[in-house]
């Protein structure tokens, strides 16, 4: 709409330069026929007065000739202008009547950029981007609501020795395997669980205690077991196993949620350290 302003300004504008130089065009016509009779009036004058008079009409000649030039010139601008002005009110027109449909299409196109932007190519679940941005959310949330956030760190034991032994495309495959039975073991609207980076899971849980993530957890590690996917690289199992680390806490703004995820990898450390295929937390689920 701007645009369209804009030109019909521009339209105006040169509408009335081009009316004002065709009333000083008649002007000077007057002017060059007044001259024409005085020179005729004037001719016992003597040449002087004559070749005076003849110099300012052959000049009063040449710049009629500009002038009609000029209004010839924006006689033409004007109607291009006319023309493009007409075009952009019919685009504008037309965008006003599909304005919504536009709309609509663009914020489809959004939404699409935004979710593959928050997705793990890979495993087509939740990336660290997305991880880090959701915890952030949550821990403001449960700190206004002063209601518990848990989050779950689940690292798959031995996984370079699984990709030695079966190649980088067996260790993708697992990576997809692991990933959707673990996203399966969430049931909670607001649950997040993401690839937190290489063959190490995430998982965010807003209004959940430490006893109920540490059940999560164990369902977790049980559904992994259960796979039974061979791993003879593992020294601790035949099959595909998980160490995990669990935390818990009631926001505050005088923490980050940085520190709770801290304690949750300090935990899957300690796992690993004691041995792997275990859960690392305060309070055990029997």
């Keep these: 709409m701007v645009e369209s302003e804009m030109l019909e300004a521009r339209y105006t504008e040169l509408l009335a330069e081009f009316y004002r130089l065709r009333t000083e065009n008649e002007c000077l016509k007057q002017q060059n026929r007044d001259l024409l009779i005085a020179l005729s009036t004037t001719a016992e004058h003597g040449d002087l007065v004559e070749a005076q008079l003849h110099t300012m009409n052959v000049k009063l000649e040449a710049e009629i000739a500009e002038r009609e030039k000029a209004e010839a010139m924006l006689q033409t601008l004007l109607n291009i202008i006319s ?19 536009v709309d609509t299409q663009w914020q489809q196109k959004l939404r699409e950029a935004m ?22 959310y ?25 990709n030695d032994a079966y190649g980088h495309l067996m260790g993708d495959a ?36 430490e006893n109920a993530a540490i059940c999560v957890a164990e369902r977790m590690q049980k559904a992994i077991a259960q796979l039974k996917m061979p791993h003879p690289g593992s020294a601790v199992a035949a099959h595909v196993t998980l160490s995990i680390g669990v935390a818990s806490t009631v926001p505050s703004h005088l923490r980050s949620p940085t520190s709770l995820l801290d304690q949750a990898d300090q935990r899957l450390y300690l796992a690993k350290r004691k041995g792997r295929n275990q859960i690392i937390h305060h309070w055990n689920c029997d």
Excluded at 93 to 101: K, N, P
Excluded at 124 to 135: G, T
Excluded at 138 to 162: A, N, R
Excluded at 196 to 205: D, I, K, N, S
Aim: charged letters at 25%; proline letters at 3%.
């Design 138 to 162: 949550q821990w403001k949330q449960m700190g206004q609501q002063q209601t518990p956030l848990s989050v779950i760190i689940c690292d798959i034991d031995y996984f370079k020795q699984y």
């Design 115 to 136: 979710y593959l932007a928050e997705l793990d190519g890979l495993t087509q679940v939740a990336n660290r981007r997305k991880f880090d941005h959701y915890l952030s």
């Design 174 to 209: 697992c990576l997809q395997q692991v990933a959707k039975t673990l996203q399966s073991i969430l049931k909670q609207p607001g649950d997040l669980f993401a690839r937190y980076g290489g063959e190490e899971f995430a998982a965010v849980l807003p209004q959940t205690e």
């Design 83 to 101: 023309r493009e002005k007409n075009d952009l009110e019919i685009i504008v027109q037309t965008i006003v009547e599909h304005g919504d449909v």
